[in-house]
Every structure is written in C-alpha cells, then in structure tokens.
C-alpha cells in the first residue's frame, strides 16, 4: 500500500497555469488525502462513482480522506455508458447543489471512463466550473480517458456529442485497482494501450507485441511501465494541442470507425469502448492501405497482436445480420470531426506512423466496411 511504500511515478500536464500532475502507482487511493490536500482549495469534496467501483476502491478513498481531514460524500450512479446521459447529468448536477457546495469544492471522479466523462461535465457546469480531481479505476481511463480535460456526455445522435475540455487538477492512477478488474474490461483498455504504439511509438509496440500477454496476465512491473509510457505520450500531446486543432486528433486512431459499431450495438456490453476501438483500429489500417498510403501489412500485424491478447480484430463476435455499409457510414456522418460530408480519419503510413486525413470519401470507407461485413465475399 502507498503509505507503507511511497513510490509512485509523477507526470506534468503542462498547460501554463491550468499544468496538473498524473501520479501512478500501486495503492496510490490509499494515500488520496495527502495528495488531494496539496491540490484542494477547500475542505470538502463530493466523490461521484459507480456501483461497482463504490464496492471495491470507496472505502479506501474516504478512509484517506478522513485522515487528511478532507470532508466527502459520495453519489453513487449505475454502471455502464447509459450513466452518461442528460438524465444522470441533472440527476448529478441537483444533488452536488441540493447537499450543499460552494466554489471551493472539489468532485472527484472515482471509475472509469463513463464516471470521468460524466464527472468532468458536471464540474465544468455546476456553479460555472468546480475543481475536478481523476481518480481513473479502469486501464482505458488511466491511460487515456482521464487525461486531457475531455468531458462529455452520450445523446440519442451519438456518443460525446455534447461536453466540455476542462482540465483536472490532478489524476491519480492507482495501479493496484487494475487488479479487481473483469479481464474483458482489462483487455478493452488494452486496446488504448496499443493504440499509442500505432500512433508514434512503433518501439512501444514492438514492446507490447514482447510484454503484452504478461502486463494483462497482472505483472505489476509492465503493467505499470505501459501505463506510465501512454500517460507520458498523452501528456506530451495534450501539452502540445489541448483542444485538437492538430495534432491531437491523432488519439482518435480507430475511433471514428469504432464509434460507429457502438451506435449501431446501443452501447451495450455487446460491444465495449475498447473491443470497438480495436476493431476499429484494424479498420483503421485497412483503409490506409485502400487508400494507397501503406504499403505492406501492418492491418494484419495489428491484428494478430490485437487477437493474441484476446481482442476482437472483425465483427465475427457481432450480431451484424441486418448491419449495412450505410448505416455505419451515417453514423461516422454525425461524426463530430465530419465536414461538408467528408469524414476525417487517422490513417497510417505504417504501425507508429499515423497521421491526420481531413477529407476521406464515403466509398473506400463503404468498401472496407463491406469487407468486415461480409468477410467471404
Ligand atoms: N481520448 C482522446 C483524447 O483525449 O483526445
């Protein structure tokens, strides 16, 4: 546990005066209240959570803060991506105000990406912005969603359509909770792991290709040493472009395709974010070579790494009997990245050589949907 053995790897986001560190390590929940104190402008903080969540990493969270003399209270919400909607949003926003806050209180985020997307939100909104503070429990949270003040809430036309950049003071990955994780979940989050490789670090894929079976199997060393490789990156290219006018969008690799399979799957546990990004990411790379911009067959090299961890590569998991090319293409319309009906994606030159087109055409897309589609044809 963190008190006993303080060791724990820091991080800057660097954002001028709105800069937050990331800190990672094992049993880093039990030692919140120190950390939480250095950041906190006032005494009491609301934690918002799910039910889950609440059942495994709460207590160790208010026992910390009672020590620190932190005040608390918790709201516990449903768990699953429905959480993250309008109704939760008001649901979240009239209890922080009905209970009693002022300015100076902090919401902490305790979950994973659905509690972190929804939290941001409700921080960013109530009282016209409170101090927010992550304390990500899943692996995609930790390595991705928890980092970069991306907040945002689910609409019935599509997934984070409506939502806010607002920073976090601080994220506090806690590498121990990794542990009581579903493997099907630990695994989704894997697929941002990889995700990182493919963008610019073919080295940390070839890493991942050597270490990745071992970090989801729980070695502690390389989980952690993956964990702190992918902050460090997202770190880097939030520090650089905090509102994705550029660069940044490079961490959507495979998820315009993805967001698509989670419309049409409703979001459900058919298909988690993670599997859909690693689907995606397949695709992703497929399209790159339709289009001419990847020689070679790092689709299938991906693939093939993606599959030995146990994540889906197609659709073959899928109940895609009344799928159309059409429809997943008029989801990626609603796209919030779509103009003027030309869908932007990030392609890849080669895994770790990714790269930003603004104006794909519908029909390769159509095309590579097809191949997924009816994989025999
Ligand atoms: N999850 C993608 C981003 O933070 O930009």
């Avoid at 970069?148 to 920073?167: D, E, P, R, S």
């Avoid at 071992?214 to 880097?236: F, M, S, V």
Wanted: charged share 20%; net charge negative; proline share 5%.
């Amino acid at each position: 546990m963190e008190p006993n053995n303080p060791t724990f790897d820091r991080l800057t986001v660097d954002l001028g005066n709105r800069s937050y560190p990331i800190l990672i390590g094992q049993g880093l929940i039990a030692g919140a209240g120190r950390h939480l104190a250095a950041v906190l402008r006032g005494p009491n903080t609301v934690i918002v959570t799910d039910e889950h969540v609440a059942g495994v990493a709460l207590p160790a969270l208010e026992r910390s803060l009672d020590s620190a003399g932190i005040g608390h209270r918790a709201i516990v919400l449903p768990p699953g991506e429905a959480t993250k909607d309008f109704a939760h949003l008001e649901q979240v926003v009239g209890d922080l105000l009905a209970g009693g806050i002022d300015r100076k209180t902090a919401v902490i985020a305790l979950g994973g990406g659905v509690i972190g997307d929804l939290t941001g939100v409700v921080a960013a909104l109530t009282l016209r912005g409170l101090d927010f503070i992550q304390i990500p429990t899943t692996l995609l949270a930790q390595v991705d969603s928890s980092i970069g003040g991306k907040t945002a809430i689910n609409t019935a036309q599509g997934k984070n359509l409506v939502g806010a950049f607002y920073q976090p003071r601080l994220v506090l990955a806690d590498t121990g909770v990794l542990d009581s994780l579903p493997p099907r979940e630990l695994q989704a989050g894997y697929a941002e792991v990889v995700k990182y490789g493919c963008i610019d670090m073919p080295d940390f894929f070839d890493w991942l290709e050597a270490n990745g079976t071992d970090l989801l199997a729980g070695d502690p060393d390389k989980r952690r040493q993956a964990i702190l490789t992918c902050c460090r990156a997202k770190a880097r290219i939030v520090s650089a472009d905090e509102t994705e006018q550029g660069a940044r969008a490079l961490l959507n690799l495979g998820h315009t395709f993805g967001h698509a399979l989670e419309a049409e799957c409703g979001y459900g546990e058919a298909l988690l974010h993670g599997e859909a990004v690693a689907i995606g990411m397949v695709m992703a790379l497929r399209l790159s070579a339709r289009l001419g911009h990847a020689r070679g067959n790092d689709a299938a090299r991906l693939a093939a790494h993606l599959a030995e961890t146990g994540l889906p590569t197609d659709l073959s998991r899928l109940d895609v009997a009344n799928w159309t090319a059409d429809r997943l293409l008029s989801h990626m319309l609603k796209d919030k990245k779509t103009e003027d009906g030309r869908m932007t994606f990030i392609l890849c030159r080669a895994i770790g050589q990714s790269f930003i087109a603004k104006d794909v055409a519908p029909d390769p897309v159509a095309s590579v949907l097809g191949e997924f589609l009816s994989p025999a044809a």
